[in-house]
Each structure stands twice: as structure tokens, then as C-alpha cells.
């Protein structure tokens, strides 16, 4: 196939994904994460679509109503080898508390990581690199086949993710944020009514919980976000705006 034509019917495909995410916001304006979960999970996308959870601070309010409508839903857990050990720690505990039954660990490939960062310092260097290497290729990798995944991402966090939509068009899928529209006290009040443990660094001042190397404490009144690469003119790790290639950088970096 000419790479025009494999251009155009990108276009194509990207066009008709944008119509349907337009129609599907217009359809869930003003209903809740509950109907929006439902409607991918169960009608729209059944089989085609993973649920992607850092299992970060506020992951347990997500993976709980995926949980509740259809714990064999896929999730996705980029585990870049640069995380805290309580991440990891508090994966193992929601996995058995919610029974979930597919969740898979999306690690970097050990040659992109020989290649790249053999001293396994590159997040000091060039943190753009180390998430693109870490994160965005294995994720893209991971997301191949599906034709739809959710996001925890809420207005809230960031200023960069103030204007979220419940559904957008990424990377030739759909992409659903069916918390976009939830408030930190929501998300506070969701957990303590489902009995659901908070990631154990949240009390220790973490709001939002990435990598170790990359993550500090957050003062009272800053951005939740704050705190991810400190002191960089760097908001997102990529995967929420890159187009990601297996073979090459990510244009967003």
C-alpha cells in the first residue's frame, strides 16, 4: 500500500472518530462516570478496550467501577522499573480487593533499555527520553488492537487538563476520561464510601505519585501535579498527548 493512501484512510479514520466522540460527549453531557463506564465497557467497546491505571493516588475509584461492571476488563500497568516499592505494594492490594482478573504489567523492552539507558539514569538527563522509552512505547505497544482506552485524568489536577472531555480521539482510538468532571472531594468521598485504601504516600504529602526519581512532596495550595518533575518545564509524561512510534522519538518530545 502507497504511503498516501495509507495517509488518507488515517485521516479517514481519524475524522470518523472525531464525529463519534462528538456525538458521544453530546449524548453523556451531564450524566455520570457510572453510565459513561457502562456504555463503553458493555455496549460500544465490549472486548475492545483496556482500562489504563498507574495505580497513583487516585486510582482506586476507577478500578473499583470498572471492577463492579466487568472485572475481566484489561487493565494496563505501566511499570517503568522506576517506581516507588509502595506503588507496587498497593497494585498487589487493590488487585485481590477488587478482583480484578486481567491485569497486565507493561514493561520497556530490555533492548530499548541496553540501548538507551544502560545506566538506568537517563531521568536525570533527559526525562522526555526516559518517559518516552519507559512509558509512551510500551504503552502504544500495549494498546495495539484495542480500539478504545480510559484514562483517570480529572480538570482538577492540572491546568493543562482543565478542558477534558469524557471522550477524545488519540492515536487512531478512542480515549474516555469518565472522572473528567469529578473534584478531589468527590474522588475522597467515592473511596471512603467503598472501603477503599488511599495509596500509602498520599499521607506522606504525595497527591500525585509517578516514579521515584521524578516525584516530590507537594505543598499545601500548589497544583497536585506539582510535584512531578519538579522544577521542569514538563507537565505530562507524554502518553495523554505523544504520537507514540516504536521505532523513533515521540513527536510530542
Request: a negative charge; one cysteine or more; proline letters at 5%.
Amino acid at each position: 500500500m502507497e504511503h498516501s493512501q495509507i495517509h488518507t484512510e488515517t485521516n479517514e479514520l481519524e475524522r470518523r472518530w472525531a464525529s463519534q466522540a462528538k456525538l458521544l460527549n453530546h449524548m453523556y453531557a451531564g450524566r455520570d462516570a457510572r453510565s459513561v463506564l457502562e456504555h463503553v465497557l458493555s455496549q460500544q467497546f465490549d472486548g475492545e478496550v483496556a482500562l489504563v491505571s498507574s495505580f497513583g493516588a487516585d486510582s482506586s475509584v476507577l478500578l473499583h467501577m470498572v471492577s463492579q461492571i466487568d472485572p475481566k476488563t484489561p487493565v494496563l500497568f505501566v511499570d517503568t522499573g522506576k517506581l516507588f516499592g509502595e506503588t507496587n505494594l498497593y497494585r498487589t492490594q487493590l488487585v485481590e480487593q477488587l478482583g480484578l482478573l486481567d491485569v497486565r504489567a507493561i514493561t520497556p523492552k530490555v533492548d530499548d533499555l541496553t540501548e538507551k539507558d544502560p545506566k538506568g539514569a537517563l531521568w536525570a538527563e533527559n526525562t522526555d527520553a526516559c518517559c518516552h522509552i519507559r512509558k509512551v512505547v510500551p504503552l502504544a505497544n500495549a494498546l495495539s488492537g484495542f480500539s478504545a482506552w480510559i484514562s483517570g485524568r480529572k480538570r482538577f489536577q492540572a491546568v493543562t487538563r482543565s478542558d477534558l472531555d469524557f471522550f477524545e480521539v488519540e492515536e487512531g482510538r478512542i480515549k474516555v476520561n469518565p472522572l473528567a468532571n469529578w473534584t478531589a472531594s468527590q474522588v475522597l468521598a467515592y473511596a471512603k464510601d467503598n472501603g477503599l485504601p488511599p495509596h500509602p504516600l498520599v499521607a506522606e504529602g504525595y497527591p500525585s505519585v509517578g516514579c521515584m526519581p521524578c516525584t516530590d512532596k507537594v505543598a499545601s495550595g500548589e497544583d497536585p501535579r506539582a510535584g512531578r518533575w519538579r522544577g521542569q518545564d514538563k507537565t505530562e509524561c507524554g502518553i495523554h498527548f505523544s504520537s507514540a512510534s516504536t521505532g523513533g522519538a515521540a513527536h510530542s518530545i
